[in-house]
């Protein structure tokens, strides 16, 4: 019996586990519009420096994500990450952040993972689907430099919600969902400095600023301690208020708000840049595991269909995965 073709739009973490369900079953094919994979398990190296720009660590609360864990956890690949976090609030005094929660981050980088779980599985990497057209009982996938890509029999997205609802036809029977989700944008502030800060605290939540987190990246597991780093990210709200202003403007407008937190000056700073991440959380979820449209072969998952979360992510490709294995 000839198996099936499945062409899955996006190499983040749902489509890896995706994939890696499934590779034994169809002909699988990842499109991922970046230069790697990940997504926003993501890690921007700047030679000596690198820094985990997207996600900054993740939590493992149901069995599922526990066990999918367990054997990276085995052989390093993922370590449990324990900061001194506080509270930072400019003007107050700071204290502790109080979350027991267990953190984890890939080492040593975060993209790490989503690199191990691209093992073995054909990615186009730079080439981002415009467009899917029905040819036949198969669908046509169109790329943004209008590239006709091979037909496939099933396509799964696990692109941002808005992204998918751009290159999905109407006829989606999840469509009017898409519509409904809401996804917020996200600045992240990238320095690296030539000594160690003198911060007697390893990340910040931040409070009533333009800034929500800050981490020595340096401190997590698996990094090189030679080299120090931070990133400090924007909070969504303010993002979403300056998603269209210039980038150097914006990262003139966060080092400001950093160094009234930090106290650490630009003159100190080795290197600086910043990125804008336009689908970076969750304000309205599609409140499914996922999307399927049995009839049309067409799905679509990602953490934006429960929280944005990397557990979430993981779940929400898992389950669809798990309902594919039923079908094929």
């Known amino acids: 019996m000839t198996q099936p073709s499945i062409a899955i739009i996006g190499a983040g973490i749902s489509g890896l586990v995706i994939a890696q369900a499934l590779k034994n079953l169809a002909h699988i094919t990842i499109y991922e519009k970046a230069r790697g994979v990940s997504g926003r398990m993501s890690t921007r190296s700047a030679t000596p420096y690198q820094f985990d720009h ?82 036949g009982e198969k669908w046509q996938l169109i790329t943004t430099a209008g590239v006709t890509l091979p037909r496939f029999d099933w396509v799964i997205s696990t692109a941002p919600a808005p992204q998918t609802l751009n290159i999905f036809p109407p006829a989606f029977s999840e469509y009017h969902t898409l519509q ?26 931040v409070l009533n600023s333009p800034i929500g987190w800050i981490a020595y990246n340096t401190h997590k597991p698996g990094r090189n301690q030679a080299y120090h780093s931070m990133v400090l990210q924007s909070t969504n709200n303010w993002a979403e208020e300056h998603l269209e202003e210039d980038l150097a403007n914006i990262q003139h407008l966060l080092l400001e708000e950093s160094i009234k937190l930090t106290g650490i000056e630009p003159k100190n700073l080795s290197y600086i840049t910043t990125h804008r991440w336009r689908y970076a959380d969750t304000a309205i979820s599609a409140q499914k595991n996922y999307l399927l449209d049995e009839s049309l072969q067409l799905a679509a998952c990602g953490d934006w269909c429960i929280k944005g979360r990397v557990e979430a992510a993981f779940t929400s490709g898992n389950s669809l995965a798990s309902r594919m294995v039923q079908l094929l």
């Open 54 to 135: 997207g996600a900054q660590y993740f939590t493992a609360k149901t069995q599922a994500f526990q066990a999918f864990l367990a054997p990276y956890l085995a052989e390093g690949s993922i370590a449990l990450w324990q900061p001194q976090i506080i509270v930072l609030e400019k003007d107050k005094p700071s204290y502790n952040y109080e979350n027991s929660q267990p953190k984890y981050v890939a080492t040593p980088k975060m993209n790490s993972l989503g690199k191990i779980l691209a093992e073995g599985i054909p990615i186009c990497l730079q080439t981002q689907i415009a467009t899917l057209q029905r040819s």
């Open 180 to 205: 409904q989700v809401k996804m917020l944008a996200c600045y992240c502030l990238m320095v690296g400095l030539p000594t160690q800060p003198a911060l007697n605290w390893q990340a910040a939540v």
